[in-house]
């Protein structure tokens, strides 16, 4: 069955290191979008692409890195620069094209420790 | 940016519909409504959009008002399984005909036994 896979789904960090979160999608989707989540919140846009090897800053992207080399594969690394990345994070697909919305993957749950 | 407001918070006996209101009163003429769910932890899940017209699918309905400043979703007989946090969101539009869903704090749809 298509979807979209985030791993892992409970990741822990240490303060100053680097983290990647994993999300792929085998939609044939074109394009891909990061979303944070913290408690009681909705979701907040990091970064997005719509084609490979391309692309944009959300509303939030200060601390944090992506890559669009595949187009099923968007990593998010979440750097020490971000000043708290605890929280739920949600990887998203869908086509140029397609007006049915996002496919959502199930969510990678960060703490720092 | 259109933007949307909604209550944060209803509640609804099982086996009644429940009706989310949403007041999306800066929506421009070309604009969708969608809607999404968000069960604890998981990733949002697509219900339903509309740009004018009303629309029913399975799992709900879409009243839009006639002005588009406003909507509603009807869920018809709703069961404990719809708990959940619903999001009316306006689909803004980017360049190369693609877009972004940007997220609100949406409703917090409880359903009592």
């Known amino acids: 069955d298509g979807g979209i896979t985030q791993s892992p789904k409970y990741l822990f960090r240490k303060e100053g290191q680097n983290v990647t979160l994993s999300c792929e999608q085998n939609?044939?989707?074109?394009?891909m979008y990061w979303y944070r989540q913290d408690p009681g919140q909705g979701l907040r846009l990091i970064y997005y692409s719509q084609i490979v090897n391309d692309f944009q800053k959300g509303d939030i992207a200060e601390g944090y890195s992506v890559s669009r080399e595949k187009k099923e594969s968007f990593p998010l690394t979440v750097t020490s620069a971000q000043k708290n990345p605890t929280a739920f994070y949600l990887c998203?697909?869908?086509?140029?094209?397609?007006?049915?919305?996002?496919?959502f993957g199930s969510g990678t749950r960060l703490t720092v420790v | 940016d259109a933007k949307t407001t909604q209550p944060p918070s209803m509640d609804c006996a099982e086996g009644r519909a429940a009706n989310l209101p949403c007041n999306h009163s800066t929506i421009s003429g070309n604009e969708y409504v969608y809607w999404y769910r968000q069960i604890h932890s998981q990733g949002p899940q697509y219900i339903i959009h509309g740009l004018k017209n009303n629309e029913t699918n399975e799992m709900a309905s879409l009243i839009i008002t006639e002005d588009r400043k406003s909507s509603t979703l009807i869920l018809p007989h709703a069961t404990l399984r719809d708990t959940a946090v619903y999001y009316c969101i306006v689909r803004l539009a980017l360049m190369d005909s693609s877009y972004k869903l940007i997220f609100g704090s949406g409703t917090r749809l409880l359903v009592r036994p």
């Open positions: 939609l044939n989707h074109d394009a």
């Open positions: 998203a697909s869908n086509t140029i094209s397609n007006s049915y919305g996002y496919t």
